[in-house]
């Protein structure tokens, strides 16, 4: 069964837009389609709401610069696509179940010992959800020029 082409569309227009402030009337009004249609199918295809999927996407991309830069993690929250820290803070915590500054200390001094299971697993289940999600843009029905039928007629 191949992935529904709308929710690819709005898959791929999130994806290419996360680190900008996007909105939900925004998606809406770029696809022409009713919005409780919209949220429906997307929660039905991918199995958390829009707004879920955007902070859960901003949150995966800040984990490697959280680990891997010397970049204020203000700085990291407004290049993923946070208009706040406190909010960033808010969605980082209850996604991966540590604030990011604590997530950022464990990771530089590469004390993954220290890491609670519950944030290992927390982890894990955030990466394998993106990965979920590619899979199921990689499953979408291709587009191609129509098959050509001959006549034995011509």
Not at 95 to 112: D, E
Request: hydrophobic share 35%.
């Amino acid at each position: 069964m191949y992935s529904n082409d709308l929710i690819c569309d709005i898959l791929e227009f999130i994806d290419n837009n996360f680190k900008r402030d996007i909105s939900i009337e925004e998606i809406f009004l770029k696809f022409s389609y009713n919005r409780y249609y919209i949220m429906k199918k997307f929660k039905k295809e991918i199995g958390v709401s829009i707004i879920t999927y955007i902070n859960m996407l901003k949150i995966y991309y800040s984990l490697n610069e959280l680990s891997h830069s010397n970049n204020s993690i203000v700085l990291i929250s407004i290049n993923s696509g946070f208009n706040s820290l406190e909010y960033y803070s808010e969605i980082f915590k209850k996604v991966i179940g540590i604030s990011p500054n604590k997530y950022r200390k464990i990771c530089l001094f590469n004390n993954s010992i220290c890491m609670d299971d519950c944030v290992k697993d927390n982890v894990i289940e955030l990466y394998r959800f993106i990965s979920s999600v590619r899979e199921y843009k990689k499953n979408r029905k291709p587009k191609g020029n129509p098959v050509l039928i001959r006549s034995i007629f011509r």
